[in-house]
């Protein structure tokens, strides 16, 4: 289950109008479907991007990181707030947080949370995009695709031949961006969502998350 301030969402069988139906009774209600999608990492990219690791942070540095990516996802859904998933991975060695853009000048442009290793969920040679958020703007579609780009670097660097992200459908930029950038879908399920309104699942909202 994913939460942000206000809003709480689950994620379940599309098919089975037995969760649906329970899952009503508490006051969630279905809304677009979600894929989980994965891709094959490609060791040679044509466009390089500049990304920089949550872990070679000083403590300072991350701070403001934390305070950077809590402006960022405020701007998409006010009150949105990952700082815990990102601290708990680094704390726990589950994977690492990717990060896109310039903190100390223009501010974050977008970062990603990746789980890979034994310790997380991902899986065996799967690096794990548990959450990821582009700035809102004219720009985001570019710096998305920097942010895949980058979630594809450390995937080499850490030895992860595949890649596999979630992404609601109301979000169909970044869904299309996804499948254009060769990600193709293993399973879908549909989210639910009390109250019964969007989040940040509607369109122009460049997201990637998992709620399984």
């Not at 969760?19 to 990492?41: C, D, E, N």
């Not at 019964?196 to 122009?204: D, I, K, L």
Request: glycine fraction near 12%.
């Amino acid at each position: 289950m994913h939460r942000a301030r206000r809003h709480a969402g689950l994620f379940t069988f599309a098919e089975s109008a037995k969760h649906v139906g329970l899952y009503q009774k508490y006051g969630y209600w279905a809304r677009f479907l979600t894929a989980i999608m994965s891709a094959p990492v490609r060791h040679n990219q044509t466009e390089p991007v500049l990304w920089s690791r949550y872990s070679d942070l000083t403590e300072e540095q991350r701070l403001e990181c934390l305070k950077s990516c809590r402006d960022l996802t405020g701007a998409l859904y006010d009150g949105l707030d990952l700082g815990a998933e990102i601290q708990a991975v680094e704390a726990q060695e589950l994977g690492e947080t990717v990060l896109v853009g310039d903190m100390a000048g223009t501010g974050l442009d977008g970062f990603v949370v990746c789980h890979h290793g034994p310790r997380s969920e991902a899986g065996d040679g799967v690096c794990f995009i548990e959450f990821g958020a582009v700035r809102p703007g004219s720009a985001a579609g570019e710096t998305f695709d920097s942010l895949l780009h980058a979630c594809e670097a450390l995937s080499v660097a850490e030895g992860m031949p595949k890649l596999l992200a979630g992404v609601n459908m109301a979000r169909h930029e970044a869904y299309r961006h996804l499948v254009g950038s060769g990600f193709r879908t293993e399973i879908q399920g549909v989210t639910m969502h009390r109250p019964n309104e969007p989040g940040y699942s509607r369109a122009g909202a460049f997201v990637l998350d998992d709620w399984r």
